[in-house]
């Protein structure tokens, strides 16, 4: 579900705007200076290798794993999208974390 922005920048339904925020990395997520309805964000590629147990022992995030990929909450309860991606960063290899290419529909609420 995406929210919708009104003119005073809160969220509600109906009204408004559908806001989408697209940011390459995750980090700004607690920062976020009012809500968005989704934001969209890469960089992590999930950690790029995870380990059974223990998720990715690094992860390009000041944030450690709380942002590595998939779904995750934002500042004002923004939702957030971290996609895996396609390629690679440093060494040359993945590990139980397979490539990504998401696809998402967005309906209006």
């Known amino acids: 579900m995406v929210r919708h922005a009104g003119r005073d920048g809160r ?3 109906g009204g408004g705007r559908a806001t989408l ?8 997520l607690p920062d976020l200076p009012r809500p968005a309805g989704l934001t969209l964000c890469g960089h992590t590629h999930g950690g790029q ?9 690094v992860v390009p995030s000041r944030y450690g794993q709380r942002y590595a990929m998939g ?3 934002g500042a004002h309860g923004t939702p957030a999208y971290v ?3 396609l390629g690679l960063s440093g060494l040359p290899l993945r590990n139980l974390c397979e490539p ?3 696809l998402l529909h967005l309906n209006p609420a």
């Open 11 to 13: 969220t509600g339904r």
């Open 100 to 102: 990504e290419l998401a």
């Open 21 to 28: 925020l697209v940011t390459h990395n995750p980090d700004l």
């Open 83 to 85: 996609s895996r991606g």
């Open 71 to 73: 779904w995750v909450q």
């Open 49 to 57: 290798v995870r380990l059974p147990g223990l998720g990715a022992p």
